[in-house]
T-cell receptor, first 114, second 107 residues
Framework: DAGVTQSPTHLIKTRGQQVTLRCSPK?????VSWYQQALGQGPQFIFQ???????QRGNFPDRFSGHQFPNYSSELNVNALLLGDSALYLC?????????????FGPGTRLTVT | GQSLEQPSEVTAVEGAIVQINCTYQ??????LSWYQQHDGGAPTFLSY????GLEETGRFSSFLSRSDSYGYLLLQELQMKDSASYFC????????FGAGTTVTVRA
């Protein structure tokens, strides 16, 4: 049973560019949440997707957008990259249509903006 | 919004007991979760308290007092592999994490 997978594992971009990160949830899970984790900090909630719609959103600007596909996989897009967007981006999945207290995290995508 | 506070670092020897406290201020609350994250790894779920009291899972236990907006994670019989960061997280259909506590286990 595959767990949560994310791609790519590492990415280097230049300020002003755009990036797309991908996530496949654990088998049987239909809810996907995205988090940003800066070095030495806890994960910060970006948004959550269920039934292909954004259900909840954290305090992130509109430059951060997402999508969920019919197979429950998800993408995170970040436009107009800033140096401060450099972080580990984590995807987490859970079942049941609501954000669960037990979320399964993928290994993350390390984004570096230069 | 959510605000969580936990100690930044704890150091202990193998076999010892460590308690990581977490206090929170929230606008919505369904429970308190605990996650472990090794360097370079993904956070993994450890424990959850939806109601007041103690939950025990092997060497790890977690406690919650809703009236005090307080919880703790207890790590018993510490092992070297327990060296990691530990996060408390408030659950209100999303997870709001604290900054994390780095636990270092010494031989």
């Amino acid at each position: 049973d595959a767990g949560v997978t994310q791609s790519p594992t590492h990415l280097i971009k230049t300020r002003g560019q755009q990036v797309t990160l991908r996530c496949s949830p654990k088998s049987g899970h239909d809810t996907v949440s995205w988090y940003q984790q800066a070095l030495g900090q806890g994960p910060q909630f970006i948004f959550q997707y269920y039934e292909e719609e954004e259900r909840q959103r954290g305090n992130f600007p509109d430059r951060f957008s997402g999508h969920q596909f019919p197979n429950y996989s998800s993408e995170l897009n970040v436009n107009a990259l800033l140096l401060g967007d450099s972080a580990l981006y984590l995807c987490a999945s859970s079942p049941g249509g609501q954000g669960s207290y037990e979320q399964y995290f993928g290994p993350g995508t390390r984004l570096t903006v230069t | 919004g959510q605000s969580l506070e936990q100690p930044s670092e704890v150091t202990a020897v193998e076999g010892a007991i460590v308690q990581i406290n977490c206090t929170y201020q929230t606008s919505g609350f369904y429970g308190l979760s605990w996650y472990q994250q090794h360097d370079g790894g993904a956070p993994t779920f450890l424990s959850y308290n939806g109601l007041d009291g103690l939950e025990e899972t092997g060497r790890f236990s977690s406690f919650l007092s809703r009236s005090d907006s307080y919880g703790y994670l207890l790590l018993q019989e510490l092992q070297m592999k327990d060296s990691a960061s530990y996060f408390c997280a408030v659950n209100d259909y999303k997870l709001s994490f604290g900054a994390g506590t780095t636990v270092t286990v010494r031989a």
